[in-house]
């Protein structure tokens, strides 16, 4: 339960993650305090025959509760939302989950360009993107969306990646504020959304066009 006192800076952090993403996210949401104040939304590039045991992993070592994400079900603060396997995952205008079985993008569903566009559209300048280890350039776009929207967006250094595709996609873009070790994302998202001023402190300006 959070008090409408507590302090966010953000009102929704979607993550996204593909080879090596299991651990990566493992050790992600074990950073993220029971007082977390925003919902967390998550694409995992997964198998469509992957069954419950994405988490079961996620959460054994989380402090938020972990589900899959069901079309109608609101974003609540303090909630942990996986995409299911074979489903996009958007965020809609009333901040309910969406899921979709429209085409694969990146060869990939869920993917995360889906839920970072409609996260950065309904959320804007509230939205915080995360790009974790992944072989594809899936969450480039998305990344340009949230920035574009006035968000921000982390990602992770290559020395700590499984395969560093996707970070090194969504940091050509020059929409990327921070580049983070695996061991340092989770708190830099507690910090950065439960520490007044630290986000605006932290962004960098968009690249002119």
Aim: positive net charge; aromatic residues 8%.
């Amino acid at each position: 339960m959070h008090s409408s006192s507590s302090f966010s800076a953000f009102d929704i952090v979607v993550v996204a993650s593909s080879m090596g993403g299991f651990q990566a996210l493992e050790t992600f949401l074990a950073a993220l305090p029971s007082t977390f104040p925003a919902p967390v939304a998550i694409v995992q590039h997964v198998s469509p025959r992957s069954g419950s045991a994405m988490l079961r992993l996620f959460g054994r070592r989380a402090q938020l509760p972990v589900s899959y994400a069901e079309t109608g079900q609101v974003l609540e603060a303090g909630k942990v939302y996986v995409a299911p396997p074979d489903r996009h995952f958007l965020v809609t205008r009333a901040r309910t989950a969406l899921l979709t079985r429209t085409e694969k993008v990146k060869f990939c569903r869920p993917a995360a360009d889906p839920l970072f566009v409609s996260a950065g559209a309904v959320y804007g300048a509230r939205t915080l993107g995360v790009v974790l280890t992944g072989a594809n350039t899936d969450g480039a776009g998305g990344a340009q969306a949230i920035k574009w929207s006035g968000g921000m967006v982390l990602a992770q250094d290559s020395a700590s990646c499984v395969a560093f595709g996707m970070p090194r996609a969504a940091i050509a873009t020059g929409c990327v504020d921070l580049v983070l070790p695996m061991g340092s994302i989770g708190a830099a998202v507690v910090a950065l959304t439960m520490a007044r001023g630290a986000a605006d402190f932290l962004r960098v300006p968009m690249l002119a066009a």
